[in-house]
């Protein structure tokens, strides 16, 4: 087994977040507007923290809490608490893989303000580092209930076909994701697709590692989507 290294053009670099291999301790808050169409939106307003573990710093832990106002009541209350595993079994100049698992936790205060139901979130993908410095990693996500979801929900069961991809910019002191996405809901067998586009920069050092913002706009089509449109912004410090 390789043992975990990065590719050399990605170490020599300010690690900004998009490599997804690449882990390290992450302190940060965003805050997410959706349109559901229909003159209704929601927020969701998100602390999370990552701490990188084992002999080769090749796992981590992110542990999410939640806040967030529903379409009807507007005042903002506690949402679904998760707790996601990171494993990144192998890393090589050329290529990477990994694995993950999150846990939500039916912790709403509200029912509009959570799935109704714990649930499991798991994932695997595999990252290409190109010659040009840019990244591809595709993945797949399935994501599921566990069977207690409350009285009137829907039970979760969707896959999502996921196609991230980070361009090489001139300057690094600015970064760019696209993330296409194809999504299945088994339940309500309806297909739907999106696309997240992130624009971020460096701000510079905090509490010894590097800090950024972003802003994440987001479309969602296709007929069986559960929103419109959604913008994300947010702040971030990496490996203090």
Same mark, same amino acid.
């Given at each position: 087994?390789?043992? &975990?290294l990065?590719? !050399?053009s #990605?170490?020599?670099e300010?690690?900004?977040?998009t490599?997804?291999? =690449?882990?390290a301790? $992450?302190?940060?808050t965003?805050y997410q507007?959706?349109?559901?169409?229909a003159?209704?939106?929601v927020g969701?307003?998100?602390?999370?923290y990552?701490?990188?573990?084992?002999?080769?710093g090749n796992?981590a832990?992110?542990?999410?809490?939640?806040?967030?106002?529903?379409?009807?009541?507007q005042?903002?209350?506690?949402g679904?608490?998760?707790l996601? &595993?990171?494993?990144? !079994?192998? #890393?090589?100049?050329?290529?990477?893989a990994?694995?993950?698992v999150? =846990?939500?936790f039916? $912790?709403?205060e509200?029912p509009e303000?959570g799935s109704g139901?714990?649930?499991v979130e798991m994932?695997a993908f595999y990252?290409?580092?190109?010659?040009d410095?840019s990244?591809?990693a595709p993945?797949?996500?399935?994501?599921?209930g566990l069977g207690d979801?409350?009285?009137g929900?829907?039970?979760?069961?969707?896959?999502?076909?996921d196609?991230?991809y980070?361009p090489k910019l001139p300057?690094?002191?600015?970064?760019?994701?696209?993330d296409?996405?194809?999504i299945?809901d088994?339940?309500a067998e309806?297909?739907?697709a999106s696309l997240q586009v992130?624009?971020?920069m460096l701000?510079?050092k905090?509490?010894?590692?590097e800090?950024?913002?972003f802003v994440?706009?987001?479309?969602?089509?296709?007929?069986?989507q559960?929103a419109?449109?959604?913008v994300?912004a947010g702040?971030?410090?990496i490996?203090?």
């Amino acid at each position: 087994m390789a043992t &975990f290294l990065v590719s !050399p053009s #990605v170490a020599e670099e300010i690690n900004n977040g998009t490599n997804p291999t =690449l882990l390290a301790t $992450t302190m940060g808050t965003q805050y997410q507007y959706t349109n559901l169409g229909a003159r209704l939106d929601v927020g969701l307003l998100e602390a999370y923290y990552t701490q990188p573990f084992g002999e080769k710093g090749n796992m981590a832990w992110t542990s999410t809490l939640a806040f967030g106002s529903g379409p009807i009541d507007q005042d903002i209350g506690l949402g679904d608490f998760n707790l996601k &595993f990171t494993h990144v !079994p192998i #890393v090589t100049p050329e290529y990477g893989a990994a694995y993950t698992v999150r =846990l939500y936790f039916d $912790t709403a205060e509200r029912p509009e303000l959570g799935s109704g139901q714990t649930n499991v979130e798991m994932s695997a993908f595999y990252a290409k580092f190109l010659e040009d410095g840019s990244i591809f990693a595709p993945a797949i996500v399935h994501q599921f209930g566990l069977g207690d979801e409350d009285f009137g929900r829907s039970y979760l069961n969707q896959t999502t076909i996921d196609f991230y991809y980070v361009p090489k910019l001139p300057d690094p002191k600015y970064y760019v994701t696209l993330d296409p996405a194809l999504i299945r809901d088994w339940e309500a067998e309806k297909n739907y697709a999106s696309l997240q586009v992130t624009m971020g920069m460096l701000t510079g050092k905090l509490f010894g590692g590097e800090s950024q913002i972003f802003v994440k706009p987001g479309v969602l089509v296709g007929g069986g989507q559960s929103a419109v449109w959604s913008v994300q912004a947010g702040f971030k410090v990496i490996g203090f």
